[in-house]
């Protein structure tokens, strides 16, 4: 049996294992990504291996060897004893040469520099000491005999002292960063030292760290792997990792000596945001069998803590402002259940080693099961925290979003602590457009909520300012002009910059107000403002045909023996306009003057390749694109004042995508709740009855009213006319009048003209349609359409007009006169009423 025990996981694969069946054992360093497993150097005598590393031309070896004990375990270093140093020729095996001959333990970590393939004349070798300083060997190679790779003047290596006085120490393979701490004047002070190709080093930064070292002995991190097998010296252990992602994050986790069983403690600094928060979490009964030591794992967005046994906690650490942002589950939960009870140990990135089995891991957020787990739980900050945590995967946002509606339309009302919708909409498009510049984080909303003061289960959590780290260089590249950028905003800005539609609220206000007095707003600024919504719609549509058009390719790939797709669909190839065909027989053109040709788009809710049913996008709505368009230009200068370096046309681009998304996740949820309630066309029309489909729909889409309204963002055109038409199918007609009197319903244009056409004159539908017509505005003289009307009571004339209109600009309604649903009696006498309530009053 061989037991696998990874001394050094480095770049490129180099591994260390003993075979511990034989009284003797050996060492090997084997490359362990190669197709097969190669050994590059065996120890024969009774030396064990306790640090070792490679350098990248695999033609240097260095390792720290000491004395077995008779036992098979590492020798504790007793006096007399010897830790040997070597560095090893073995391209091929050749020279020996003795680095250190020392009585304390010695760790070796080759520099593996960012540079070409080529390979480098001179190599960097750290020496981690356990008397607590680190040096670097600089290490010329030559070639001899063909190839043949020879140290060059062995006898004398040039070295320097790159730190010293510390008790705690972290190596980053992937970016050749070494984070250290040493005290001064009893405080602990966190450094970083970059290293580069060109043999320099550089310290970083200096930041202070609330806490107490000075009786926590020695630590290292990712220089090797620890002896896992010593459980209650690891859980009493102090642990502390360093953690960095491309954003520009800089986290600190730290869990003192664990003392006691019945809760435990842990603190996080997020030095990128200012401040840190520790977490007191109450354990409950301990079940000795699984008390191991805590674990921290890089997530990228996310740091998770996990205690075996006990409880796994998630935490947001690119939004970490609220508690409801991290996911916090306790011993008492399945996931906990299916997580393994043993210790990990975190490596380099999201690298982890299952001590148990000796099993190296990479450990990602499985998506699919992230998506149950969020159907089945009833917690409304694990809902947030899950849905969150969903969309910041980015895998295949088109099926994910997909399933999210699928669940929200489901679970409409379940959250008492948010509205799920607004969370949805405003998460969902956060992430459709943040990985497209950095510091979008600060700029742009990432949810509906600005404070969360409902307490979560089992976690006392305090949280405090803490100072920024001091930047020791002026000139940033890469993950450290991150960083800057990230404390120069920690620093300066209070309050937040994340932008809101208060001024589009604003501006919007005034416009209308304009247009019921008769005023009117410069013509250039108004057609300014409708040019940008129609940039929105244009967009909205060409992403929609393109997400359809890769989801067939994809398909037709899945699938290249099975049937074609047909070729008669308009909606996915032919040009931007389209008829429907209603039942009554008359084509009605859905484009309306003064727009682009609007069509309904191709849906990305179940089959992204059939077109979508709901008739919206069909009509003009001139209030709708007058908040688009003020959206549009709002958010643009707010991006454009903040957003430094970022050319103009990319900025403009990503506000286009941002408002669309917003749009296209209105319409997808929309689409979702009509196909699962099968509703069909003919629901457009006002005789017949409602179904419990419509009434299902009806309220789906007063949910979205609510929670776009409250928000202030656009809703697609049509949105209020398939909302008023639901509406006067399933409501009483005191319970449809208090719904438009307060605003909920708006009387479009359509909707009133579809109400006149579709209704017969019985006593109950002339009630019902004088109810109506006394709720419409008088004309106005206006720069923008008659699109839709406010709620004032005045008299019919602008309403005949508009009959009038209808009725001369459709030749096909010329075959039916004299048959027409309007009757022109119930019109003279609406309107006598009407005036003698007017002079009566």
């Given at each position: 049996m061989?037991i696998?025990?990874?001394?050094n ?12 069946k ?5 060492d090997?360093?084997e490359d ?7 050994h ?16 990248r031309?695999r033609?240097l070896?260095?390792a720290s060897?000491?004395?077995a ?5 590492r ?10 140093t070597?560095?090893v ?5 050749n ?6 001959a ?18 480098l ?5 750290l ?8 040096e670097q060997?600089h290490?010329q190679v ?5 190839n ?7 006898g004398?290596l040039p ?12 190596w980053?393979?992937s970016?050749q ?12 002070i966190?450094k ?5 190709s060109?043999e320099?080093f550089?310290?970083m930064?200096e930041?202070?760290?609330d806490?107490?070292?000075s009786d926590?002995?020695f ?11 010593d459980?209650e ?11 960095t992602?491309?954003?520009?994050s800089l ?6 000596n ?10 996080v600094?997020?030095f990128h ?11 409950g009964?301990?079940?000795s069998?699984v008390?191991?030591g805590i ?19 998630l935490?947001n650490i ?5 508690i ?11 996931v906990?259940d ?11 990135g999201s ?9 190296l891991?990479?450990?990602l ?8 787990f969020?159907r089945?739980t ?10 969150h945590?969903v969309l910041s ?6 099926r ?24 949805f909409?405003i998460?969902?498009?956060y ?12 700029l ?11 307490e ?21 590249k890469?993950y ?9 905003y920690?620093?300066y800005?209070k309050?937040?910059?994340h ?10 206000h ?6 019921k007095t008769g005023k ?8 300014n ?14 992403k929609?045909?393109?997400?359809s058009t ?12 099975g049937?074609r ?7 996915a190839?032919?040009?931007?306009t389209?008829t429907r ?7 009605v053109n859905?484009?309306a003057?003064?727009s682009?040709?609007?069509r309904?788009?191709?849906g990305?809710?179940?089959?992204a ?6 008739p ?12 688009m368009?003020l ?8 991006l454009?004042?903040?957003l430094?370096?970022?050319e ?7 506000v286009l995508d ?11 949820i ?11 066309p ?5 005789n017949r ?10 309220h789906?889409?007063?949910?979205i009213?609510e ?13 209020h006319?398939?909302?008023t038409i ?5 409501l009483?007609l005191?319970?449809l ?5 307060n605003?909920?319903l708006?009387l479009?244009?359509t909707?009133?003209?579809r ?7 019985t ?5 019902l349609?004088f ?17 839709s009307?406010?709620?004032e009571?005045l ?24 048959h027409?649903?309007?009757d022109a ?8 009423k009407h005036?003698t309530?007017l002079?009566g009053?």
């Amino acid at each position: 049996m061989t037991i696998f025990i990874f001394f050094n996981i480095q770049g490129n694969g180099i591994l260390q294992h003993s075979n511990s069946k034989k009284i003797e054992s050996k060492d090997y360093i084997e490359d362990y990504f190669a197709d097969a497993l190669n050994h590059l150097y065996t120890f024969e005598k009774d030396l064990q291996v306790i640090s070792c590393s490679v350098n990248r031309e695999r033609t240097l070896l260095a390792a720290s060897l000491v004395q077995a004990a008779k036992d098979g375990r590492r020798n504790e270093l007793q006096p007399g004893s010897k830790c040997l140093t070597l560095l090893v020729e073995i391209h091929p095996v050749n020279n020996v040469k003795v680095l250190k001959a020392v009585d304390s333990c010695i760790w070796v970590q080759f520099l593996y520099p960012h540079v070409e393939s080529h390979p480098l004349p001179e190599n960097h070798l750290l020496l981690i000491s356990e008397e607590k300083y680190i040096e670097q060997f600089h290490v010329q190679v030559i070639q001899e005999d063909g190839n043949k790779v020879v140290i060059k003047n062995s006898g004398h290596l040039p070295r320097e002292r790159v730190a010293e006085d510390f008790v705690w120490a972290q190596w980053d393979m992937s970016e050749q960063r070494l984070y250290y701490i040493d005290l001064k004047k009893s405080r602990s002070i966190l450094k970083c030292i970059q290293f580069y190709s060109n043999e320099h080093f550089t310290v970083m930064f200096e930041a202070p760290l609330d806490i107490s070292l000075s009786d926590s002995g020695f630590k290292l991190v990712n220089f090797g792997c620890d002896d896992l097998r010593d459980q209650e010296k690891l859980s009493k252990h102090l642990t502390l990792y360093v953690f960095t992602n491309r954003t520009g994050s800089l986290c600190v986790c730290y869990c003192p000596n664990i003392d006691s069983w019945e809760r435990i403690t842990y603190s996080v600094f997020y030095f990128h945001k200012g401040h840190s928060k520790t977490f007191t979490v109450a354990l409950g009964s301990v079940d000795s069998r699984v008390t191991k030591g805590i674990t921290f794992l890089n997530l990228d967005y996310y740091v998770a803590v996990y205690l075996p046994g006990h409880f796994f906690h998630l935490l947001n650490i690119q939004h970490p402002d609220l508690i409801c942002h991290s996911l916090f589950l306790t011993g008492n939960n399945e996931v906990i259940d299916m997580l393994p009870h043993r210790p990990f140990q975190s490596l380099s990135g999201s690298l982890v080693l299952d001590g148990g089995s000796g099993k190296l891991y990479r450990v990602l957020l499985n998506q699919s099961y992230l998506l149950e787990f969020l159907r089945d739980t009833r917690l409304d900050c694990e809902r947030m925290a899950l849905l969150h945590c969903v969309l910041s995967c980015g895998r295949d946002p088109q099926r994910l979003e997909a399933k999210i509606i699928q669940w929200i339309s489901e679970n409409i009302s379940a959250c008492h602590s948010f509205d799920l919708i607004q969370e949805f909409l405003i998460a969902s498009s956060y992430w459709s457009i943040y990985p497209e510049t950095s510091n979008m984080d600060k700029l742009l909303p990432y949810s509906s909520l600005l404070t969360w003061n409902t307490e979560i289960p089992g976690i006392t959590l305090v949280t405090e300012e803490i100072p920024l780290p001091l930047m020791k260089v002026h000139s940033f590249k890469g993950y450290w002009e991150k960083l800057n950028s990230n404390l120069e905003y920690a620093k300066y800005s209070k309050p937040h910059l994340h932008y809101n539609n208060g001024v589009v609220r604003r501006e919007w206000h005034s416009l209308i107000s304009e247009e019921k007095t008769g005023k009117r707003s410069s013509l250039v600024y108004v057609r300014n403002i409708l040019d940008n919504a129609i940039k929105v719609i244009s967009n909205l549509q060409a992403k929609t045909l393109a997400a359809s058009t890769a989801h067939v390719n994809w398909k037709s790939l899945r699938h290249p023996g099975g049937p074609r797709l047909s070729k008669s669909r308009p909606e996915a190839r032919g040009p931007a306009t389209s008829t429907r065909q209603e039942p009554s027989g008359r084509g009605v053109n859905v484009c309306a003057s003064g727009s682009p040709r609007l069509r309904a788009g191709v849906g990305s809710v179940g089959d992204a390749a059939e077109p979508r049913l709901t008739p919206l996008l069909q009509e003009e709505d001139n209030h709708q694109r007058l908040l688009m368009g003020l959206m549009v230009s709002e958010l643009k200068d707010h991006l454009l004042r903040h957003l430094q370096g970022v050319e103009k046309k990319k900025i403009e681009q990503m506000v286009l995508d941002y408002i669309s998304k917003l749009l296209d996740l209105i319409c997808q949820i929309l689409e979702a709740s009509w196909r699962k309630h099968n509703l069909h066309p003919w629901v457009l029309h006002f005789n017949r009855r409602a179904s419990a489909a419509e009434f299902a729909v009806f309220h789906i889409m007063t949910r979205i009213l609510e929670a776009t309204r409250s928000l202030f963002l656009p809703l697609p055109p049509g949105f209020h006319t398939l909302h008023t038409i639901l509406g006067v199918h399933c409501l009483p007609l005191h319970n449809l009048l208090h719904y438009i009197d307060n605003g909920v319903l708006l009387l479009t244009e359509t909707a009133v003209t579809r109400l006149m056409k579709d209704l017969d004159n019985t006593e109950k539908n002339e009630k019902l349609k004088f109810s109506i017509i006394v709720r419409l505005p008088p004309p106005r003289s206006s720069v923008m359409d008659k699109s839709s009307f406010s709620l004032e009571f005045l008299p019919l004339n602008y309403f005949i007009e508009i009959l009038t209109d209808v009725e001369s600009s459709n030749p096909a309604l010329y075959a039916f006169e004299g048959h027409d649903n309007v009757d022109a009696k119930f019109v003279e006498e609406a309107a006598l009423k009407h005036t003698t309530m007017l002079l009566g009053s």
